[in-house]
């Protein structure tokens, strides 16, 4: 999450970063140094797992940038839990902050005028991994999900768009790897005009990447205002 809204901005974006329980400081100041918009970024925090603030996240980021031309939903939480063993409390958490937060936050979105929505996928949507039924379920769903409102808006000129990132490392993870001289695989998301609404980075279900891509995802041709949540992960 932190990497795409600094990318967004990178590339002129004005961004409003959204968290859950981490400080967002450390996103804010890499977006601040960048001093491409010369508009200072900014933040919002909710728990996207709790239906009503879904619209009031939205609603907060359209309001401190002045409006919203694409949202990115990154917000989203795993568990590893054999099939027998997952309870309805568990299935819950995963389907209601997987899927039904992105389905909330971009009906919301819609409302603001929002032109361009991206959502953060997973390998376990395409294919079975044991001991992650629920996650994937979650995840196949907003595939079906992504297919579904892209066909809607798409008369409306509105873009939907989902990313199945493969394995990704939080800063942290790369940090440590790079100290100790061992490779991290770093991709970067050009905000050009795609092709397809799915975008795969290729990785073997054994856990070895087979190929690595360049992807692009667009928020517009011009995107101006961006509000990512989940800047967490």
């Not at 989203?76 to 027998?84: K, M, N, P, S």
């Amino acid at each position: 999450g932190q990497a795409i809204a600094v990318e967004a901005a990178r590339q002129g974006a004005r961004v409003c970063v959204h968290t859950s329980s981490t400080r967002p400081d450390e996103t804010l100041a890499q977006i601040e140094a960048l001093a491409v918009t010369g508009s200072p970024a900014v933040s919002v925090r909710g728990d996207l797992g709790e239906p009503a603030e879904c619209a009031r996240v939205v609603d907060a980021a359209a309001a401190a940038l002045g409006g919203l031309d694409g949202l990115v939903s990154n917000a989203g939480i795993t568990r590893e839990l054999a099939f027998e063993e997952t309870t309805p409390d568990d299935f819950d958490l995963l389907l209601g902050l997987n899927l039904r937060a992105p389905f909330l936050c971009a009906q919301r979105a819609l409302e603001h005028g929002c032109r361009s929505m991206v959502s953060i996928g997973s390998i376990h949507g395409r294919g079975g991994l044991p001991r992650h039924a629920a996650y994937a379920a979650s995840k196949g769903g907003l595939s079906a999900f992504t297919r579904s409102l892209a066909v809607e808006l798409a008369p409306r000129g509105v873009r939907v768009r989902k990313i199945i990132p493969g394995d990704a490392m939080r800063p942290s993870k790369i940090k440590a790897k790079l100290k100790r001289n061992e490779p991290a695989l770093v991709t970067t998301i050009h905000f050009t005009d795609p092709s397809a609404y799915e975008l795969v980075s290729l990785m073997g279900f054994d856990g070895l990447w087979m190929d690595l891509e360049h992807h692009a995802v667009s928020l517009d041709s011009a995107p101006q205002l961006c509000a990512w949540t989940g800047a967490d992960g």
